[in-house]
């Protein structure tokens, strides 16, 4: 799977927001909020393939977490990110 291209991460006050600049008018019905782990992982993942395992490999590498664990996360922000549109297989 893939980031859709295109995509913006912005960081805003204290979120980041993720924004589509194609479009005409900005749809603040559809803003992401993503807390730091995201973030990291959005920016370490944007613009290459990815699998749901080596998400879980950054993610026991930066944060000392149990392979469990950080698949439990990864299923969890995939489908957030699968449910808004912002990744494509």
Not at 1 to 19: A, E, P, S
Not at 32 to 56: H, Q, R
Not at 58 to 84: C, P
Request: proline share 1%.
């Amino acid at each position: 799977m893939r980031i859709k291209d295109k995509l913006i991460l912005r960081h805003v006050g204290n979120d980041y927001i993720i924004i589509e600049p194609e479009r005409d008018t900005v749809d603040m019905t559809k803003v992401f909020s993503l807390n730091e782990s995201a973030v990291w992982l959005w920016e370490e993942l944007n613009g290459i393939d990815f699998t749901e395992e080596y998400m879980a490999e950054l993610l026991m590498k930066k944060y000392d977490v149990s392979k469990e664990r950080a698949l439990e996360d990864v299923y969890k922000l995939i489908t957030i990110f699968k449910d808004q549109g912002l990744i494509c297989k």
